[in-house]
């Protein structure tokens, strides 16, 4: 059976997902593996400010913005 897979940028308020790959290299991926945006993890929209960037999540325990651009390279699926 396929999952749905898509970019967390896609999740709306109050919608969780889990993490199944990032489309980061280097730095950068290091960067947000660092925050804690790590394969298996649930990650959950907070808010998503007017003009839709930044985007607010909550993973463990702790809030996180990112560009709707970062977000995107990070796909997930349905919690």
């Known amino acids: ?7 967390l940028s896609e999740l709306k308020v109050g919608q969780s997902g889990v993490i199944v790959k ?3 290299k280097g730095a950068a ?5 660092a ?6 993890e649930t990650i ?10 930044p985007i607010d999540f909550v993973i463990k325990d702790y809030h996180l913005s990112l560009r709707k651009s970062e977000a995107s ?5 349905q919690a």
């Open 1 to 7: 059976m396929q999952e749905d897979i898509f970019p």
């Open 22 to 24: 990032m489309n980061f």
């Open 29 to 33: 991926r290091q960067r947000f593996m």
């Open 35 to 40: 925050m804690g945006l790590i394969k298996g």
């Open 44 to 53: 959950n929209v907070e808010r998503i400010a007017p003009l839709g960037d």
């Open 73 to 77: 390279e990070i796909l997930v699926r």
